[in-house]
């Protein structure tokens, strides 16, 4: 399978522990963009990273959260101390650099 | 503040007949448009995309057309099929602080296409 994988597909954390979302991209992209969906929402652009180089984060909150992209291995998003307002699908998608992002199935985090 | 804007939540067609979905938009900066399909519990899909450069573009079943006089675009898909029925999803890259790669998404319509 050449599309983006992303895992675990749900993940279940209590209030105060950490979740990583993990994503490998399509197979020669070195492109990647987390998004996240609240329900009812569309979604929202959170941070780009290329291989060890996070180019804009802006959409990110400050605190808590965070991401990388390392030279070998699947990107990283990192959200430490998760709160209830941390329940969401999370996406990642890959590109060439192209207009066109390719997206992943998602992680549903769900916070208690 | 709403860049991308899907007013109608939902819409309901018949199997053969024209699906038209709507987005508006607010920012001039846009400078390309993309619509993506999603299945409950999937990622969105990529469809079709359009330059701003454009005006329509075409690729078999789905056309978009871009009027950016008016911030309007739309996905028309023809026939309609059963298997359509999905959430659409308009996305416009760019924004006026000049970055090129971040997509802003609209809240979505869903597409319900009846037998």
């Known amino acids: 399978n050449a599309g983006v994988m992303q895992n675990p597909r749900h993940l279940v954390r209590r209030r105060g522990q950490e979740a990583r979302l993990r994503c490998s991209p399509m197979k020669g992209h070195s492109h990647v963009y987390w998004y996240r969906q609240l329900p009812e929402e569309g979604l929202k652009f959170m941070v780009y990273?290329?291989?060890?180089?996070?180019?804009?984060e802006s959409g990110m909150p400050k605190e808590r959260f965070s991401a990388e992209f390392p030279k070998e291995g699947p990107s990283i998003l990192r959200i430490q101390q998760v709160v209830r307002g941390d329940s969401a699908a999370y996406f990642c998608?890959?590109?060439?650099?192209?207009?066109?992002?390719?997206f992943g199935p998602g992680t549903r985090l769900t916070v208690t | 503040d709403q860049q991308v804007k899907q007013n109608s939540p939902s819409l309901s067609v018949q199997e053969g007949r024209i699906s038209i979905l709507n987005c508006d938009y607010t920012n001039s900066m846009f400078d390309y448009f993309l619509w993506y399909k999603k299945y409950p519990a999937e990622g969105p899909t990529f469809l079709i995309s359009?330059?701003?450069?454009?005006d329509k573009n075409e690729d078999g079943r789905f056309t978009v057309f871009l009027n950016k006089s008016a911030k309007h675009l739309s996905l028309h898909i023809v026939p309609s099929q059963p298997g359509d029925s999905a959430v659409y999803s308009c996305a416009a890259r760019g924004n006026s602080g000049g970055s090129n790669y971040k997509l802003t998404f609209g809240k979505g319509t869903l597409l319900t296409v009846n037998p």
């Open positions: 998608a890959s590109s060439l650099g192209s207009p066109e992002q390719y």
């Open positions: 990273l290329q291989k060890e180089n996070i180019i804009d």
């Open positions: 359009i330059s701003s450069i454009k």
